[in-house]
């Protein structure tokens, strides 16, 4: 069965400071693979999204970045944290056809002081 | 306009009560519907898929209207274990959009 993990689960990072999320995929391949934010008390906001190893797509302009690096791999970065990017983050896959169910990882809550 | 619409709630109904939300969409070429239900501080799970007009399991049941552009969650017979956030996703080509959640609560 698949399963998707990412971390750290916590973090609590000072303004400015760098940023590493790091999820996996395991049990299929060529997943399509997504990274959301969720703030308090609002919806999800897609951030990037990727159909393969070094393609990824970014919805809203910001100072964070992902990467592919392997197949089942997909890491959320930022060279300099704001206030703004505190939230809930949320990795995600789907099966590569045109239906899809999304499936999350257990999330990362990210506070920037 | 929001691709995906939903009423926030919160919705407050006692245990047993039958209890529905409703969920509109801007985009008729969406190809299917799904309903996630999310705990306070975790991450979404996929409670229900609807890819024709409907879905039913157990107590659940997701109703698609494509000619009035709305899906529904019905829950039967609440129980306090289905106090949660319940999310509408329209899901459109590789893009998934996501409404804001319904709140409900089962009180005793």
């Known amino acids: 069965s698949q399963t998707i993990h990412q971390w750290p689960a916590t973090l609590v990072q000072p303004v400015g400071s760098p940023l590493s999320l790091e999820c996996t995929v395991e049990?299929?391949?060529?997943?399509?693979l997504y990274w959301y934010r969720q703030a308090a008390g609002r919806g999800l906001q897609l951030l990037f999204y990727?159909?393969?190893?070094?393609?990824i797509s970014s919805e809203v302009p910001q100072n964070l970045s992902a990467s592919r690096p392997q197949d089942r791999q997909f890491i959320l970065s930022s060279k300099k944290l704001l206030l703004s990017d505190s939230g809930f983050y949320l990795c995600?896959?789907?099966?590569?056809?045109?239906?899809?169910?999304?499936?999350f990882g257990e999330g990362s809550r990210l506070t920037v002081l | 306009r929001k691709e995906v619409e939903q009423d926030p709630g919160p919705f407050n109904v006692p245990e047993g009560a039958t209890v529905a939300f409703n969920c509109t969409y801007s985009?008729?070429?969406?190809?299917?519907f799904f309903w996630y239900r999310q705990d306070c501080r975790k991450e979404p799970k996929l409670l229900m898929s609807?890819?024709?007009s409907g879905n039913e399991d157990g107590r659940f049941t997701a109703q698609l209207n494509r000619a009035s552009q709305y899906i529904s969650l019905l829950i039967r017979d609440s129980k306090l274990s289905d106090s949660a956030t319940y999310l509408c996703?329209?899901?459109?080509?590789?893009?998934?959009?996501f409404g804001t959640g319904t709140s409900l609560t089962v009180i005793p």
């Open positions: 985009n008729s070429a969406s190809q299917s």
């Open positions: 049990g299929t391949s060529n997943p399509n």
């Open positions: 995600a896959w789907s099966e590569d056809r045109w239906i899809g169910e999304l499936f």
């Open positions: 990727s159909i393969g190893i070094d393609q």
């Open positions: 996703v329209g899901f459109t080509g590789n893009q998934f959009y």
């Open positions: 609807v890819y024709s």
